[in-house]
Structures are given as C-alpha cells and as structure tokens.
DNA sequence: CAATTTCATGTAATCCATTACATTGCACCG
DNA sequence: CGGTGCAATGTAATGGATTACATGAAATTG
C-alpha cells in the first residue's frame, strides 16, 4: 500500500504551512532496554531513581544509554507526570534594560528549584500573552510569571499558576510582587521639593498600568504635601519609549509653561527628556533637573548621570519566582501581594533650583 | 547496595526538589467527544482540520468546546506528531541591546511561518546551553537559533537543527548568518584614518568569539592598508560590558601610550569607554573620537551620540529565522553560510584629529 | 438500477515514558 | 524447614491526541 507513500491525497487547509517530511523519531526506552537486557521500567528507574537500581545495573544501563545516545522523550515523560518543570516568563519588551534584571532574579530562583525558564516577549499584546498563556492550558508549562498589567486568561479549574511581577493587577486572586510606586514616586518628587524645585513637570506612562497611576499619584501627593496646585498643564503622556521621553518635553516645552525639573515614570523616558531637552538648549541639571524611575543599568552611564528611583528588580524577579513555585507545590497557598520598596539613588541629573529660571 | 535504608518507601535522591501533591489534569477529547455525542475521531478533526467534518458537526463540537473550555494537550499532540512547532532562541545576555533586535526578526520570520519563539538565556554558560539545547533533543523544540559562537552538541541522528546567528563557527555544516565583521571593522578604521587619526586605539571583544577576531583583523587590516604599524600597546581586550569599556581606557592611559581615537568591538564597551574618557579629562570628540559596533538603540542617545558600525539586526534574525525553517521542513538542504553586510552610521562621538594632540 | 465514488464518521493502533502491581529470589527468623 | 520481608526486576496499564483503516450512507455514473 502506498508504495511511493509520500504524497496520497493530503488535502490541506489554505491557512496551512508546509509540513515537514521528517519524522524523524529518536531512540526509546524500548530500544536501551533491548541493547541493556532489561525492561523498560527497569532502564526508566535508572534513569529517573537511580538509588533504586541494583549497581551494576545501573551502570550498565547508563554506559547503553552514553553509547546509543539516548535523551528521553520529555513529551511522553511530561504527559505520564502532568508536570513539565517549565516556567514561561511574560515581558513586554525585551529591549527594555528594566526586565533584564528581573529575568535574572527568576533565572535564579527557578534553577535552584529545578525548573527551567522560557522567555516569551509579547510586545505588549494580548494576542501573544494568550498565545503563551495556552501553553499552561496545553500543559507545555507549568506556570507563568507575567510583568504586564494583565492576567491573560487559562481555563483551567482551580487557581491560575500565575504571578504577576512589577505590574500588579486588581484581581485579589492573583499573587503579586512590586514596589510601592506611589511612596517611590513621592520621594522622588520630595527630593525635588528639596532642592527648590516648585514647577515640576511630569511625564507619564501609559495608564493602562497601575503602576503608572501609582506613580502619577505618588508625584501628586508630594506636590499636594507642599501645598503647591497641581497644574495639569505640567504633565505630558508617554509609552515609556526614549522616544516619548523626547516628544513629551517638546510637548511641554510647547505649552510654554516653566518649570525647573521633570520627573519621568521610567528612565527611558528620562533619556529622551534629556536628550530633548539639550536640543533646546536647556542645560541638565543646571537649568533643569531630570529624574528618572527603574534605575536601569544605562541610567548610570549617560551624561549627566541620572538620579533615579531604583526598583529592586532582582528582588522582584526572585520573590515573584518563589511565590508562583510555591503554589505549583500547593495550589491551596493564599494568594498575596508583596510590596518592595525602592530607593531614590541621586546622581547628576538634578540639582538645587537656579536662582534665574529658564 | 543502599545500606543505609533509612527512610523506607518514599525514598528519594538529595537532589530532589518537592513534588506537587497536584496532578489536576484537564479535560480530553474523550470527555468532549462524549459530550457532543460523536467519536474522538471527529472531535479531533474538527479542531485540526474543520474543512473535513461537516458543518454542523464541526458548529456543534466548537460549541462544546467553547462551553466547557477544553484546550488541547499539546504534549500528547506533539508527541504523536513529533513536532512541537517551537524555536528556542539561545541569547547570552538578555541586558545586551543588540540581541533585542535580532530577536525582533527572528519572532516575525517565525510567526509568519506558525512557530512560537521561546527565549533561553544562556549567560555565556556552555551547561545553560546544552540545557536549552537538550530540549530538541528531549523534543519539545523542533530547532534553535544559537547567538554564541558555540553549537550544542544534540545526540539526535541527522542533521541538527541549529542555525547560527550573529556570531558563527567553523563547522560547515551548521548554517549561520552574520556581517562581515572584517570589512565593517575595516571600514570603521578607514574612516577613522581619513579623519586624520594615526594612533588609533582599539578595545577587542573575547577572543574566544570569531567574530571578535575578525574585527580585530579589521582594525589591522585598515592600519596596514595605511601603512600603519600595528602597536600591540594600544590593544586592550574587554567582555562586551560597560565597565569592561572603562577599565580598557584606564588600561589604555595608564600606558602612557598617546591616541588620538578609540575604536571598539561593541557599543556598550565605547560607552564605557567615553565615559571613561571624560571622567580622566579627555573632550569626546575633540580630543579623542570613539567608535562603536552593532548600533545598539542608546547609541543615538549618549553624548556625544556614538559613531558606530550598524548591524542589519533584524535582518540577522529574519534571516536565521527562514533558515531554521528551511531545514526543519526539509533537513537535505545544503548547510550555508550567509554574510549581510554592515554600514557605518557617523554621528557625534568621531571628529578630526585635532592639531595639537593629547 | 447496479456499480463506483465520495463523504462523514467511527474503531483502534500508535507515539514514548512512567509506575502500580506482580513476580522472583534470597536472607533471616523462630 | 516453612514463613516473612525485602530488594530487584518485570508486565502491563496509563496519560491524551492523532490518524490509518474500516464502515455505512449518499451521490454519481454508465
């Protein structure tokens, strides 16, 4: 039957992609078990409880297994346990310096624990926060850490393995690990009351994200402290994109209002302000202030340096891997919001108020 | 043989990590076939290949499936069909600029074509590596895209699906795309060279990496076109990060050797670099003009921008992408080796040679 | 109208490893 | 010496979906 074999009637969908011809199947535990004189489960203790195999078995087993180079099928293994020791890590932008530091974290944490993590960018859509999180309803992962303001939706019964890692959302249901954006922001803006600042402008992130309206509240609150009038003129809208950092001050630069410094919802942002505001002929800090939020690696390096609020981000990444590992054990474990604080570091971006404005 | 005996049943190595007491399996065709009263068969098909089953078989299964959420398990899917229709894409470093880019490429060329791209950050560890790269062979990823310049070694017969990307090895017979390393370099010193430069500086990548070398061989090859000797006493060698940058210029001005420009392997590197530069005193571009390499995003950002070789990042990953993809659908394919080519983008940080030197 | 396709669906084999349960053999006990 | 316990190993069920092959009904053909 089918002596060519190859292409019988194989009708396919239009939406299809061409489909490999290669099936290329690798050894099994048949084969070892074969090549070793044993039985399957035999060869498969070895292989996965090795302490109960009698010695010489075992060796003999492991040098078959070296020499036939065999992997075992981790699909079949995963599909018997309905566990894949598989973590899939949600970010919005790999590009963002921000979340690099936080995958370390969950790199750590996940190893020592024995999973492995995958890192799924999703550019910020719905669409491939889905298209990841179907990989826990498919069972090709165990749980998911995302660091957007979103739960994508899994239906599975029970608790949902997912945390949420420096985004949080309202869902009480949901674990959480950020930081207290509104006390960060606040201090930030406070530093700036300091050193004399009054106009002070801010540039804000998207406000589909908590945090965000965290951080808005935060500069609000220590403007309102220092009994200044919020001026709604002062605050400009960003995506947290350098490039929305340059469009913002022009923006604000536009409207014509002073003001002595700026205070951005995240430190790309802060570039762009920067940079933008050089362009104009404004001097940093001397003229204006600049303050930044994430404390990303290059936030040190640009000139002048920028003082910013640095979140905790191994800290977040680790605590958020420990809370989802945790209830991968037990499922029955409270969910829980963990709140890190996060510190102001001052560098050169921002100084005292100059005695002549603009 | 296990003398010790202590703990009885239940046994386990020290190794071990805490099982979940949860096998919370979900629901199969077998439930929903029941539900919509058909076969498994049919269920089956309807969501593989709805054109085959009738319409209002297929309207009716969709129903149910919708209703009681059913997702397929993609293990046992993938384990029959031997295909999982995922990538992993290996990157050393996920803080590192560069790699954002080509991965951009690398998702769109596989979204296009119905894979799913997953991320392994390797950290330049080799154990990282074959970690992530046992996953084709344990078949839950169908191939990688490898940034280091290392291939992992796959105990699968055949040809390994692994392609190469950015940086490439000499083993013929695994497909890589990069630039040409050595005319880009080159072409970044000769610019240097028609600025007026003559001692020209240069901070080399790790030698352990070919590409590395060939911008290395670059830099020479341009001096020499220049009939310029080679002094050994302005090379310094850096690890790709900003602080390596930094420690390469104080190496480099502890010396005593002048120069008059600084030409480096990666952007990060030349951002340390000039900021080293500056804190010792040196003006960047007037005293001395950096170049950098890969034009990472913030090189338009720093001051002065940087003057830097610009890598075809997305085309490196769309272009590894549709190789990987090739040799997936069709293993026979002819291993090949694809060079894109690099231009230089000037920008504020490179000057002529002022008269008066150090 | 009988013969032949075609269509829609069902039955059951298959992918590969894990593991509950069964079996064997031996040491040790009274 | 028969019985008990344990270690080592084997047999076979299991996980969930895909799909070759089989079947029956409807459509087409001469």
Redesign the interface.
């Known amino acids: 039957m089918s002596a060519d074999g190859s292409r019988r009637k194989r ?3 239009k939406g299809d ?10 050894k099994t535990v048949k084969e070892i078990a074969a090549a070793a004189n044993v039985s399957v489960a035999t060869v498969s203790r070895a292989l996965q ?4 195999v ?2 010489a078995t075992r060796q003999h087993i492991q040098e078959v297994v070296k020499r036939l ?8 293994r ?2 018997r346990t ?3 020791r598989l973590i ?1 890590a949600l970010l919005p ?3 963002n ?1 921000f ?3 936080v ?1 370390r974290g969950i ?1 750590q944490v996940a190893h020592e ?2 999973y ?6 999703t550019q910020g859509s719905l669409v491939r926060e889905q ?2 999180a ?2 826990v ?4 992962a165990d749980g998911i850490i995302t660091m957007s303001p979103r739960v994508p939706a899994i ?4 608790r949902l393995p997912v945390v949420n890692a420096c985004e949080y959302v309202k869902d009480s249901q949901i674990c959480s690990v950020y930081v207290d954006n509104v006390t960060a922001a606040a201090t930030a803006v406070d530093y700036l009351l300091t050193l004399g600042h009054r106009e002070i402008a801010f540039i804000a992130g998207p406000p589909s994200s908590p945090i965000c309206v965290d951080r808005e509240l935060g500069y609000q609150r220590a403007l309102q402290h220092a009994r200044i009038a919020a001026n709604p003129a002062l605050t400009a809208v960003g995506d947290f994109s ?1 490039e929305a950092g340059e469009r913002a001050i022009e923006l604000l630069l536009s409207r014509g209002q002073s003001f002595s410094a700026v205070f951005c919802s995240n430190d790309e942002m802060a ?2 302000a920067m ?1 933008a505001l ?1 362009s104009h002929g404004r001097r940093v800090p001397e003229d204006i202030s600049v303050v930044g939020f994430d404390d990303i ?2 936030a040190r ?3 002048p340096a920028l003082t910013t609020v640095a979140q905790p981000k191994n800290a977040l990444g680790r605590e958020a891997t420990t809370m989802l590992i945790e209830l ?4 029955a474990v409270p969910p829980r919001k963990r709140v890190l604080s996060a510190d102001l570091v001052v560098r050169g971006s921002t100084a005292p108020r100059s005695p002549k404005p603009r």
């Not at 992609?17 to 690798?26: E, K, L, N, S, T």
């Not at 492995?116 to 960018?121: A, D, F, K, T, Y």
Request: hydrophobic share 35%.
């Open positions: 009708q396919r969908g992609h061409p489909v490999a011809a290669q099936p290329v199947r690798g409880r090795p302490e109960i009698s010695e180079g065999y992997t075992p099928n981790a699909l079949a995963n599909l309905a566990r894949t899939v932008d790999i590009a310096p979340f690099s530091e995958i790199e624990s024995g492995s993590v995958l890192l799924g960018e298209a990841y179907d990989m309803a498919a069972r090709q239906p599975i019964q029970g350098i570039i762009g940079r050089i690696r290059f390096y640009t000139s991968l054990n037990d499922p």
